[in-house]
């Protein structure tokens, strides 16, 4: 797969590489992270990604922006029920 490939609500499985203050970097099967932002990590406030997520732990995200020039990937984690 290619960033190209991908679309603007594609739910697809992917490995958290990376914690940040600011989010998580998942790998989601293309040859770049995306970017989970810490908003877009769960429904609730947190602090922290470290309160709800661990590095290589298995997650489902959702894909919310692709920018081709930039090569950069937005991701949430906040899925509805019936995209779990």
Known sequence: KEIGDLSIGMVLPGI?????NFG????????NDGLVHI???TNRYISSPTDVVKLHQHVQVKVIEVDLQRKR????????????
């Open 16 to 20: 958290i590489t990376n914690i940040t």
């Open 24 to 31: 998580v970097f998942v790998d989601i099967g293309v040859h």
């Open 39 to 41: 908003s877009q990590i």
């Open 73 to 84: 990937i937005a991701l949430s984690m906040r899925l509805n029920e019936n995209e779990k």
